[in-house]
């Protein structure tokens, strides 16, 4: 349900009518907005006889939520959520990159390719440092070594780090070096692993899962929202169909459905979504033009002997060419992309020396 309150309503009724609520036994989430406050009451309905609400002073109406999904949901809250990754909005005009390799396999490796993917303009770092992979035998990450190469490499270029968290056993650590957890396409449904991971307040970047309906994918961001974290960044990576020239199948769609019905911000991985680095050109610039809020792209400075997915892999020369073919799209959709780590606007001010 949402109580919506009347424009002008005092701090002290918005508190009162919260107080009431929870006393009906319903969480609650007020979310202050420009003219009006709105609080979303999660519980069971029928505990709210609407009399003991609707009569509560500075209380203008209260409305169902209609979606099983309340807190992500656009009706609870129309303006777009706008998370912050190290200082790096994502979901605002701004359109943010994040790019490094699938894995850390070393430190020279992960140096070069964040140096590589700041100077053409990404603003976040990426690289797993616990590895999923189909097989046990296959590559599975350097753990915390990893980690503390990010954390240097962090300090050494200047970029926050987004890494994936496995299992709960690894949120503590990795929520104590990373600046974002990624929860990966086959732990969409890890519910215990989106709870303890939403619990850290960290960001989150939650991938769809391979066979996960958007609903589905909404669903599993209303358990980190219930959690009690809000920063919550949707990843379109890439499902499977019946298709087999590509990897995954590239849902492009699903950037607007989220769209009308979430508030959350949506990035797309075309890397995961293509499995080929030739693709991941074209589906990039359509990922943008569709109205995503950012991507997340594989780098590696030597694609061919990366221990994990080189043909998804760009060169970095290749990223370069990537970021410089974004630019125009990101334009015409009107949004605005960091290259050489500045947004236009940015880099006008600086070129005018002010
Ligand atoms: C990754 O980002 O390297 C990864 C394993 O992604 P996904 O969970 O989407 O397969
Ligand atoms: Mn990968």
Redesign the pocket.
Known sequence: MIIVMKPGASREQINAVSERLVELGFKTHPIYGQEKTVIGAIGDKKALSSEAIINLPGVEKIVPIMKPYKLVSRELKDTPTIVRIGGVPVGGRGLVVMAGP??VEGEEQLLEAARAVKAAGAQVL?G?AF??RTSPYAFQGLEEKGLKMLARVREEVGLPFIT?AVDTRDVPLVAEYADAI?I????MQNFRLLQEAGATGKPILL?RGLAATIEEWLMAAEYILDSGNPNVIL?E?GIRTFETSTRFTLDLAAIAVVKENSHLPVIV?PS?GTGSWRLVLPMARAAVAAGADGL?I?VHPDPARAL??GPQSLHPETFDRLMGELAPVALAVGRGLALNGLFPEQAGTLAAGK
């Open positions: 699938c894995a990426r797993g590895k999923p994936e990624q990966g396409a086959r732990n991938k990843c990576r991985d995961h997340i594989e994990c997915y």
